[in-house]
């Protein structure tokens, strides 16, 4: 009969490639059973559902396993399992990272890539928040499909989120009228935006989605006065000039110790949907260099596409549709996101 240490001596030579750690000591090995003729069953929890690796891992895995002598049939289970903070949010205690979406200047495409980013983690099986941040030009109950729904609280006072493509959401496009301009006073913006995050029923979140207004103003220091943020992701186009705006963003990240989790290339080049040919609109990369440049991560780039366009305006983020070429696309900067989240609370 095989003992158990035996096995888990084999599985220490599995060394998951992001965390750079075996996956003993990384405490991923659950539920190890050892049946009659040394069948095997064990559970690999990795550190979340949206892993890349996850068949690379199950791979090594079963080729260590296999190597044990006299070893029987190995059935493996993997899952996934987002890892808390070490310091929780005294605000949000049920939400286990945030995750903030911002920009050196509006019209890149921030907004569209938090509604897509949100519901890909949930694709891939995370439970996750989406917060309109942008208090001055909400956008996310439209590209959400949640237009016109009304937002019904409990005694007044606690938030029911909105659900929508199983994300939960709340955004203040839901409580104000369309078109009514908003000029909030510090000392109110901090209170609407505390209001968000406390007020909300958001229940246990793997990840929060964080939409914030361009730029580098009061709604971003409000929040990293008032949160543990897991990592800020910067979107750029690809001119120079929208770079020039990224470097400001990430100088402020830096200043308010929110770390960098990286940097996501849109509008980066156009598919011709006839052809299939690439045109590089903006010439392309721009974004790519000036994040090995700053050593920061580059998490991907995203096409012009129609059907992000239509999508944002019909309330479906174009991920949502599994048959569109834009769903591995996303599904990538989300599987990116997480491992770098992953790697940063294991710090
Ligand atoms: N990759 C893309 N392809 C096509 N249209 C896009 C793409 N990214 C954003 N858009 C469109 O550009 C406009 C601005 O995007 P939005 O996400 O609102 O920007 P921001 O939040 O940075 O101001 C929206 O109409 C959106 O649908
Ligand atoms: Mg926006």
Same mark, same amino acid.
């Given at each position: 009969m095989l003992q158990k240490k035996d096995i *888990?001596? +084999?599985l220490s030579k599995v060394i998951d490639p992001e965390l750079h750690k075996d996956i003993v000591s990384l405490g991923m090995v659950k539920d190890l059973i050892v049946h009659e003729e040394n069948k095997i069953n064990v559970t690999i929890e990795l550190t979340t559902p949206a892993c890349p690796l996850k068949g690379e891992i199950e791979a090594d895995v079963r080729k260590h396993l296999e190597e044990i002598p006299g070893v029987g049939?190995? !059935? #493996?289970e993997m899952t996934g399992k987002v890892r808390e903070k070490t310091k929780k949010d005294d605000l949000i205690p049920g939400v286990k990272h945030t995750i903030l979406v911002g920009s050196g200047k509006g019209g890149v495409g921030k907004s569209t890539v938090a509604a897509n980013l949100a519901v890909a983690l949930a694709k891939t099986g995370a !439970? /996750?928040? &989406? &917060?309109? +941040?942008d208090i001055y030009g909400p956008s996310m109950n439209l590209m959400m499909g949640a237009k016109d729904e009304p937002v019904y609280t409990i005694d007044g006072? #606690? *938030?029911i989120p909105l659900e929508r493509y199983g994300v939960k959401m709340i955004s203040i496009g839901s409580l104000v009228e369309e078109g009514q301009a908003l000029i909030w006073r510090g000392p109110m913006l901090q209170s609407v935006l505390l209001q968000f995050l406390k007020d909300v029923q958001w229940g246990v979140l793997d990840y929060l989605v964080i939409d914030l207004p361009p730029g580098t103003g009061d709604v971003q220091l409000a929040l990293a006065q008032n949160i543990q943020a897991t990592? +800020? /992701?910067i979107v750029s186009t690809p001119q120079d000039i929208a770079l020039s705006d990224v470097r400001r963003a990430w100088n402020m990240f830096d200043k308010v110790k929110i770390p960098i989790l990286g940097i996501i290339e849109n509008m980066s080049y156009f598919l011709c949907p006839h052809c299939g040919e690439r045109t590089d609109i903006f010439s392309t990369g721009g974004a790519k260099e000036a994040a090995e440049q700053n050593n920061i991560q580059f998490l991907g780039e #995203?096409?012009?596409d129609i059907s992000i366009r239509k999508g944002g305006d019909e309330g479906m983020p174009a991920v949502w549709d599994e048959s569109n070429p834009l769903f591995e696309i996303f599904i990538k900067i989300a599987q990116n996101i +997480?491992? !770098? #989240?992953?790697q940063i609370s294991l710090c």
């Open positions: *888990m001596d +084999a049939e190995i !059935k #493996i !439970k /996750v928040g &989406l &917060l309109d +941040a006072t #606690i *938030m990592g +800020a /992701v #995203i096409p012009i +997480a491992g !770098k #989240i992953s």
